[in-house]
């Protein structure tokens, strides 16, 4: 069964700092996901992984693959107020035809305090 | 285009009271897919629509569940009785029919049973 881990859950840091947010899941995967939510808000696609070394970058977030240990990070770089959200990794089982049902991380709430 | 959209945004209802939450996906979106997070938890997957047809419920929690899609456009989750543990978001989320597409997420119908 897939299992997604994700940490720190919480997450409080100042403007202009940087820190890393972990996904590790526990079999193998097709493709890696990394949502955010604000408050009421759907789920935002931010990026979408799909093989060993992939690495994305939009902004002040960048995120990467490392299939053979099963971990993706979410590196921010100088972090602004506008990125307090909660950020979630969802993993997709490999694809046997079937449906692409997600297994999604507990998610992390990013507070960036001025 | 208009995204993902879901009917009610909150519903608080009495243990053993019926109710309905509807979806309605993009426009042209063969799959559905509907998940829920229950306070504290990871988000998980319910059930996926092809269409009109029930791709995969393997994540319906019981029998007091019943999602249908007539006609291959919105979705209802109907949910009778009601137990406290239901409480919780229910997302929605669809995506074109091509497995490589990813799945866009509704904002959520945040239900509470009292």
């Known amino acids: 069964e897939l299992k997604v881990e994700q940490n720190p859950l919480f997450l409080s840091m100042q403007e202009g700092k940087n820190y890393t947010i972990y996904c590790n899941y526990s079999?193998?995967?097709?493709?890696l996901y990394w949502y955010r939510q604000d408050p009421g808000k759907s789920l935002e696609s931010l990026f979408v992984?799909?093989?060993?070394?992939a690495v994305k970058q939009e902004g002040r977030l960048m995120a990467s693959l490392d299939t053979k240990a099963r971990l993706s990070t979410l590196h921010i770089t100088a972090a602004v107020h506008d990125l307090s959200a909660t950020y979630f990794c969802a993993v997709a089982p490999p694809w046997r035809g079937g449906s692409e049902k997600l297994v999604f991380g507990k998610g992390t709430k990013l507070t960036v305090n001025p | 285009e208009a995204g993902v959209t879901q009917f009610p945004s909150h519903s608080v209802i009495e243990k053993g009271q019926t109710v309905t939450l509807r979806c309605d996906p993009i426009s042209g979106h063969d799959n559905l897919y509907w998940y829920r997070r229950v306070m504290g938890k990871e988000i998980k997957f319910l059930l996926h629509f092809v269409k009109e047809s029930k791709q995969d419920e393997s994540g319906m929690p019981n029998n007091r569940f019943l999602a249908e899609r007539t006609g291959g456009t919105y979705s209802t989750l109907k949910v009778q009785p009601a137990e406290l543990e239901d409480s919780g978001v229910y997302f929605c989320?669809?995506?074109?029919?091509?497995?490589?597409?990813?799945?866009?997420f509704g904002p959520g119908t945040r239900l509470t049973v009292t």
């Open positions: 989320a669809s995506r074109l029919r091509d497995r490589e597409g990813e799945q866009y």
């Open positions: 079999t193998t995967s097709d493709r």
């Open positions: 992984l799909l093989s060993n070394g």
